[in-house]
C-alpha cells in the first residue's frame, strides 16, 4: 500500500509541476501579447511589432527552462536539458556548428594520430611477459678507436664469461643475424633468421605454438639442423599445417627438421622469420677481438638495471685484467629492452607529439573565439535568463554543454581522419619506426580522443562563458532599443586569443623552417658517388655451397661476367656493403712500420670489398694511384685501396701509394695501397667526419654477402628481372635478398628528418591557416560592431584610406605582439629540436625571419578584407544602423 500512495504522490507532483509550467506559459504569452500591443500603438507594423516584443521578451523558451530552474531541477536532469538545448541552438546555426566541428576534427585528429604512434612505440609495454626485466647487454668500446660510439656487439669468449659469472641474470642469450636460402618448387627464396642461444626463448618467456624450443644439446655443432619457424613463415611457405612439426625444409641447401613453430604474435628480433640454434665450435667460444653478437637477458626478480650495470662492469674490468691484448678499454653497458627498442626516434615523436598539441591550442582558440562571437550576440537570452533567476553556474553549464557537443562532435570525425592517417604514416616511415606493425587504433586510443575532445570543448568554452556570466543585465536588455552591441571586454577577450594563436603558429613555422633547412643541407650533402640510375641486388652465399673463398669468388665473376653483357647496363660491379646502409665491417689496422700497439688500442677503419669497375660504377673519383683490377687475384700481392681521409689521417704529408698495412682480424697477410679514392658518406649524410675506409679486391677477400651494383638508364624493374635471371643462369638456386635503388637509399638515410620536416610542416600550415582565420574573425567582428562610428567618421570628413589604416593597424597590433611572444618562446622550444638538426643552429636567424615574414603576410592579407569592407562603409546606412 505504501508503495502505492507513494506512486499516487509522484504522479501528483508530477501533474502539478506541468501546471505550473503551463501557468508559466500563459504568463508569458500575455506578456508577450501586451508587447505587441505596445508597439502596435507606437505605429509598428504587426510583423515588427512582434518580432520586437520577442526581442524583448527573449524569448519563451528560454525563459521556461530559467523559470524550471528556480523551482529546484535536479543536476543531471539540467545536464540533459542544456544538452538538448545546445542541440537545437547548433542545428540552428549550422554554419558555425560546421566551421567549429572542422576545425576541432584536425586539432583532434592530428593529436588521435599521432598519440596513436607514441603510445604504442612509447608507452605501450613490450609484448612480453614482464617485460621491463628483459634487457639488451652491449660492449662499450675504447674511445681512442671509435670516437663517439657508445654501444658495440659482443664477442663469444667475453658473453660466455659474462654468462658464468653475473648473479644478476635469470636468463642471458646471445644471437646473430642469418640469411637462409629456402629452396621451393618454383623458385628460391630469401629468408631472414637468427641463430640463438638455447635460453633465447626463455628470456623472453615465449612458448612455441606447436612443438618445442632448442635445447642446450642442439647448441652443438653437428645437433644444430633444427628450426622453429615464425607463425607468417608457417602459413605462407607451410600453409599452416599441423603436421609440420617433423618435416624437413632445405635451407642453404642443407636439410632442416621442424620443431616448432612460434605464436603469431612473436616476432624477435624484428628481422626474424624463423630460429635455429647458435652452434659454436671451440675455436669460436675463444675468439675475443671479433664483436658480432647480440644479447639479451631476463634480470631476477630482485635484480635492477643498475646492479645489473654494476656487475657486468665489474666483470669486465676483471677480463680487462685478464686479457688486454683484446679487452683493454672494452666495458658492458645494460639498457632496458624498450629504450633499446626505441632507438633515436624518440625525441622527434615527442616533439611532433608537442607539434599538434599547439595545434590543438590554436584550434581551441579558434573555436573560442567563435563561441565568443556568438554568446555575445545572445546577451539579451542570457540576461533575461539571469534575471528570471538563473543562477552563474546553470549559465557557464549551459556555455560548455554547447561547447563540448561541438567538440565531441569533432573529436568523432577527428577520430576516423587519425584511423586512416595512421596507415599513411606507417607506410611513410615504417622502417625507420620501431613497432610500426604493432601501431594500430586501440581502446586507449579512443579513451584519449574521448578525454582530449571533452578537455578541448571545456577549454574552448571557458573563456566566453566566463566572459557572458560578467554581462551587465541593465545593459543587455537595453539590446535592439538602439544602443550599440560593441562589447569591448568581448574583443579584448578575443584579441588575446588571437595574439596566443598568432605565438603558437609562429612557434611551429619556426620548427618546420628549421627542419625545411635540415633537410636541404643534408640533400646539398655530396655522398661521396652518384647515386642516380643505379640500382643495387644483395645476394648472400650459403658457405655450405661455396666454402671456399675460391668458389664465392668465381660465383661473383661469373654472375658479373653475365650481368655486364645485359642490354641497357653501362656498367656493373659488386661490394660487400653500400653506403649509407649504416652496415658493413669495421676492423683494427696495423700500419706496417710503427709501433706494435695492443688490438685494444689500434685505429678502426670500415673494410668493403670491392671487384673491378666498382668505382666506375659508383661514379668515386679515383684521386691518385691505380684501381683494382682483373689481376688482383688470389696468389698475386695483396692490394688495397684507401680513401682520401685516411690517407691525410694516418700519413699527413706523407706519400700513401706503397704503403703497407695489415688488419688485425687477418694477421699475416701485408697488404700495400696502390690507389686513393676519393671520400664516400658509409654511415649517414649527417655524420661531417668521413670514415677512413679501405676496398679491397674481392678476389683476394671474398665475402659471403655482397651487393651488386647496376648503371644503367633502363627501368628497374626490368633490369631486376635480367639480373635474376642472369644469376639463375649460374646457380638456379639462388635468391636476391634484397633490390633498393642508390637514390633510395639516400632518400632512407634522411628518412626521419623527411618525416619530422613534413609533419611539422603540414601542422604549421594549419596553423597558419586557422591564426589568419583568427585574425580575419576579430577584425571582421570589430567592424561589423563600430559601423555606426565609421560612418560618423567617414560623414564627418575622415578618408577612407585613413579607415583601412585604422582597421590594419589594429590587426597587425596583434600580430606583430603575437610575433614577439612566439620569438621568445622559440628560442627556448626550438633546442628541444637540436638532436633532429644539421647544418643549422636552433637560433638561426634567417629561418626565423622567414618564419615571422610569411606569419606577417598572412596577417596582412586577414586584416584586408575586413578593412576594406570598413572603407567601403555607406555613411547614411551606417548612421540607422543599430
Known sequence: MSKTRAWWLRLAGLFRKQEREREFVVEMESHLQMHIEENLRGGLTPQE??????????????????????????????????????LRALARTPGFALAAVLTLALGIGANTAIFSVVNTVLLRPLPYEHASSIVKVWHTPPQSSFPGMTRFSLSPANYLDWHRQNTV????????????????????????????????FSVLRFQPLLGRAFTPQEAEPGNDKVVVLG?????????????????????????????????????????????????????????????NYLSIARLKPDASVAQAQAELSAIAARLEQQYPEANKGWGALVVPLRTDVVGDVQPALL?????????????????????????????????????????????????????????LAGGTLG??????????????LGDQLPRATEIHIDRWVLAFTGCISILTGIAAGIAPALRLTRVDLNEALKQGMGKTSADSGGTRTRSVLVIA??????????????????????????PGFDPSSVVGMTLATPQTKYATEAQRAAFFDRVLGRVRTLPGVESAAAVSSLPLTGSGSTQPLQIDGRPVVPLSEQPQVAVREITPGYLKTMRIPLVRGRDIDSSDV??????VLVSQSMAEKFWPNEEVIGRRLTLSFVPGVVREIVGVVGDVKQ???????????????????????????????????????????????????????????????????????????????????????????????????????????????????????????????????????????????????????????????????LTFAAAAGLLCAIALLACYFPARRAMRIDPMAALRFE
Open 501 to 526: 594563436e598568432v605565438a603558437i603558429s609562429l612557434v611551429l613555422l619556426i620548427g618546420a623552417g628549421l627542419m625545411i633547412r635540415t633537410l636541404a643541407m643534408l640533400r646539398s650533402v655530396n
Open 683 to 845: 654511415e649517414s649524410l649527417a655524420v661531417l667526419e668521413p670514415s677512413p675506409t679501405i676496398y679491397q679486391p674481392l678476389a683476394q677477400r671474398p665475402s659471403p654477402w655482397m651487393t651488386l651494383v647496376v648503371r644503367t638508364p633502363a627501368e628497374t624493374g626490368s633490369v631486376v628481372r635480367a639480373v635474376a635471371g642472369a644469376i639463375a643462369e649460374v646457380d638456379p638456386e639462388q635468391p636476391i635478398l634484397e633490390v633498393k635503388t642508390a637514390g633510395e637509399i639516400v632518400d632512407g638515410s634522411v628518412a626521419q628528418q623527411r618525416f619530422s620536416m613534413l609533419l611539422l610542416a603540414v601542422f604549421a600550415g594549419f596553423a597558419l591557416i586557422l591564426a589568419g582565420m583568427g585574425i580575419y574573425g576579430v577584425l571582421a567582428y570589430i567592424v561589423r560592431g563600430r559601423v555606426r562610428e565609421i560612418g560618423i567618421r567617414i560623414a564627418l570628413g575622415a578618408q577612407r584610406a585613413d579607415v583601412l589604416w585604422m582597421v590594419l593597424r589594429y590587426g597587425l597590433k596583434l600580430a606583430l605582439a603575437g610575433l614577439v611572444i612566439g620569438t621568445v618562446a622559440a628560442l627556448g622550444l626550438t633546442r628541444l629540436l637540436t638532436g633532429l638538426l644539421f647544418g643549422v643552429q636552433p637560433a638561426d636567424p
Open 415 to 428: 577520430f576516423f581522419l587519425a584511423f586512416y592517417s595512421v596507415d599513411g604514416i606507417i607506410a611513410f
Open 49 to 86: 511589432a512582434r518580432r520586437q516584443a520577442l526581442i524583448k521578451l527573449g524569448g519563451i523558451e528560454q525563459a521556461r527552462e530559467s523559470h524550471r530552474e528556480q523551482r529546484g531541477m535536479p543536476r543531471l536532469e539540467a545536464v540533459w536539458q542544456d544538452a538538448r538545448y545546445g
Open 634 to 639: 688470389a696468389g698475386r700481392p695483396n692490394v
Open 231 to 291: 607463425h607468417r613463415f608457417w602459413q605462407s611457405r607451410l600453409n599452416g599445417s599441423t603436421r609440420a612439426l617433423g618435416e624437413k625444409i632445405r635451407l642453404n641447401g642443407e636439410s632442416y627438421t621442424v620443431i616448432g613453430v612460434m605464436p603469431a604474435g612473436f616476432r624477435f628480433p624484428d628481422w626474424a622469420e624463423l630460429w635455429t640454434p647458435l652452434a659454436w665450435s671451440s675455436k669460436d667460444r675463444a675468439v675475443r677481438d671479433d664483436h
Open 351 to 407: 616533439v611532433l607529439l608537442g607539434a599538434v598539441a599547439f595545434v590543438l591550442l590554436i584550434a581551441c582558440a579558434n573555436v573560442a573565439n567563435l563561441v565568443l562571437a556568438r554568446t555575445l550576440a545572445r546577451r539579451k537570452e542570457i540576461a533575461l535568463r539571469a534575471a528570471l533567476g538563473a543562477s552563474r553556474r546553470r549559465i557557464l553549464q549551459q556555455i560548455l554543454c554547447e561547447t563540448v557537443l561541438l567538440a
Open 169 to 200: 641474470f635469470e636468463h642471458f642469450a646471445a644471437y646473430h643475424f642469418e640469411s637462409y636460402n629456402f629452396a621451393t618448387a618454383e623458385r628460391p627464396e630469401a629468408v631472414m633468421a637468427a641463430s640463438v642461444a638455447p635460453e633465447f
